[in-house]
């Protein structure tokens, strides 16, 4: 059973930093790509960012280019969202995502999310 | 970017009915859309890929439609569980964006 688990969120002032992570069983996890969407409060759902199986090609939304950075270890199974001089905007529950498809170094194929966990909040707020 | 336009913002039916959700894209996707069902506090969950096939698990009252820029998402009998909101999402090119969403609620 594929599971994937959030965690990291919290209430952090505008300019700060935090960093999610997010579990991930019951796959092979080197074999997908993964993704960050978040919603915020009362919101739609806005995709962030994707990260391919082997961690090679990434892709941001151009709200948080150079702002957030993805990366995942296989060793640990563990997808991660580091993100860096946070806004009032930014405030959302963030939802890791299992791609069915996969990514190449110029795009994503059958990137739709069959899997999600069940969020993390976070508020940016001084 | 392409943008994904879902119509109507709200929806108000009764059980038993038959329901319409429409989705616009900004240019062709082919029939590169998935939709979603999300109820509050949870997760959004796959209905729908490839613009009309059926995720495994997901009652047969649920069907899609549609290629190129215009999609539906139809539930044919609507039921108490269903009272939710719906989200299309396309995933012909980066990046990937959603709907606004669909919410259905109890007439």
Not at chain 1, 15 to 24: D, F, N
Not at chain 1, 54 to 66: H, L, N, P
Not at chain 2, 12 to 18: N, T
Not at chain 2, 33 to 56: C, F, M, R, T, V
Request: net charge neutral; aromatic share 12%; with cysteine.
């Amino acid at each position: 059973e594929v599971q994937l688990l959030e965690s990291g969120g919290g209430l952090v002032q505008p300019g700060g930093s935090l960093r999610l992570s997010c579990a991930a069983s019951g796959f092979t996890f080197s074999s997908y790509a993964m993704s960050w969407v978040r919603q915020a409060p009362g919101k739609g759902l806005e995709w962030v960012s994707t990260i391919s199986g082997s961690g090679g090609s990434t892709y941001y939304a151009d709200s948080v280019k150079g702002r957030f950075t993805i990366s995942r270890d296989s060793s640990k199974n563990t997808l991660y969202l580091q993100m860096n001089s946070l806004r009032a905007e930014d405030t959302a529950v963030y939802y890791c995502a299992k791609s069915t498809g996969y990514c190449s170094s110029t795009s994503c194929y059958e990137h739709y999310f069959a899997y999600w966990g069940q969020g993390t909040l976070v508020t940016v707020s001084s | 970017d392409i943008q994904m336009t879902q119509s109507p913002s709200t929806l108000s039916a009764s059980v038993g009915d038959r329901v319409t959700i429409t989705c616009r894209a900004s240019q062709s996707i082919s029939t590169w859309l998935a939709w979603y069902q999300q109820k509050p506090g949870k997760a959004p969950n796959l209905l729908i890929y490839k613009a009309s096939s059926l995720e495994s698990g997901v009652p047969s009252r649920f069907s899609g439609s549609g290629s190129g820029t215009d999609f539906t998402l139809t539930i044919s009998s609507l039921q108490p569980d269903d009272f939710a909101t719906y989200y299309c999402q396309q995933y012909n090119s980066y990046s990937w964006t959603f709907g606004q969403g669909t919410k259905v609620e109890i007439k």
